[in-house]
């Protein structure tokens, strides 16, 4: 997934609507499947106003869907990384 935040964080950098729907439409779909559900919501913002080539707000959105793909990252950390007994 690092490499299509980056692509993400470029996408909306460049003002590239279309790609910020691909991509966060792409991205929406895996972290669901994934359970990772305080990311879908803001990549499914992402991936509407992609869609609408309306790209306002869509930094801060980016910079939200890095955030909690960090805490789930730091959770996933803590509690797989112990061994089993």
């Not at 935040?5 to 909306?12: D, E, F, G, P, T």
């Not at 929406?28 to 803001?42: D, I, L, Y």
């Amino acid at each position: 997934m690092s490499e299509n935040l980056q692509k993400l964080r470029a996408a909306v950098d460049a003002g590239n609507a279309r790609e910020v729907d691909l991509i966060a439409h792409n991205c929406a779909g895996t972290s669901a499947n994934c359970g990772m559900f305080s990311v879908v919501r803001p990549l499914r913002e992402l991936e509407r106003m992609g869609r609408e080539a309306c790209l306002d707000g869509a930094e801060a959105l980016s910079r939200q869907v890095v955030s909690e793909l960090q805490r789930a990252k730091i959770f996933l950390q803590e509690n797989l990384a112990q061994p089993a007994v």
